[in-house]
């Protein structure tokens, strides 16, 4: 099993940025792939981006792709979300998850996610 603690949110007008972090603890961090998901109130969770074991792989929600940025260091088992530019519809609470299922393929669906953190809340103010 692997344990997931997210940092990194806040409140931030719209137009910043934000940068969070996920870090891993527990069974080998680079056998997952890795998400991050979001949940605004009142909305289902929702796929934010996914980015392969390796690293070499990454994909995002339309929403947020040219804004946000997934990257991973397995030497400090830690997956990071950059976010830029950011909007007041970014607004959630922003979750990590790990998805311990073989391939390189990066999976969107809740139920391919085994391991999750607790959540960060980000809060963009207009």
């Known amino acids: 099993q692997v344990q997931l603690v997210e940092s990194g949110g806040g409140l931030v007008q719209a137009g910043g940025s934000l940068r969070l972090s996920c870090a891993a603890s527990g069974r080998t961090f680079s056998y997952y792939t890795m998400g991050w998901f979001r949940q605004a109130p009142g909305k289902e969770r929702e796929f934010v981006a996914g980015?392969?074991?390796?690293?070499?792989?990454?994909a995002y929600t339309d929403s947020v792709k040219g804004r946000f940025t997934i990257s991973r260091d397995n030497a400090k088992n830690t997956v990071y979300l950059q976010m830029n530019n950011l909007k007041p519809e970014d607004t959630a609470v922003y979750y990590c998850?790990?998805?311990?299922?073989?391939?390189?393929?990066?999976?969107?669906?809740?139920?391919?996610?085994?391991?999750w953190g607790q959540g960060t809340q980000v809060t963009i103010s207009s």
């Open positions: 998850a790990g998805d311990g299922a073989l391939g390189s393929n990066i999976r969107r669906g809740i139920p391919s996610y085994g391991y």
């Open positions: 980015i392969s074991r390796s690293g070499a792989a990454k």
